[in-house]
């Protein structure tokens, strides 16, 4: 079964960064594409950025120019870097499969919170 585990969260002031990772087991993570989600609190979780197996990539408009999604097979591993954060940005942030349904089962995620 995979196992999706996110880290890097944390609290940030408006205007700093922070680099999320999310380590996978249990897949062949070289042969599937990923994604970043994120949930706020009291709104749907939403789709940020993705990347596919081939390394293309696509954001949301919200985080494009801010966001960067990136990936490591080696390590099993995908990434955002994130800058330029705002308080808008507050949110638990999830990684998952954006390519497949029913998705993979969620990790735990982890908080980001931007003050201002």
Do not use: H
């Amino acid at each position: 079964q995979v196992q999706l585990r996110e880290s890097g969260g944390g609290l940030v002031q408006a205007g700093g960064s922070l680099r999320l990772s999310c380590a996978a087991s249990g897949t062949i993570f070289s042969r599937n594409g990923m994604g970043w989600y994120r949930q706020a609190p009291g709104k749907q979780r939403e789709l940020v950025a993705r990347i596919t197996i081939a390394g293309s990539t696509g954001y949301a408009d919200s985080v494009k120019g801010r966001f960067t999604i990136s990936r490591d097979n080696a390590k099993n591993t995908v990434y955002l870097q994130m800058n330029s954060l705002k308080p808008e940005d507050t949110a638990v942030y999830y990684c998952n499969n954006p390519y497949t349904s029913p998705p993979w089962p969620w990790g735990q995620g982890t908080q980001v919170t931007v003050s201002s």
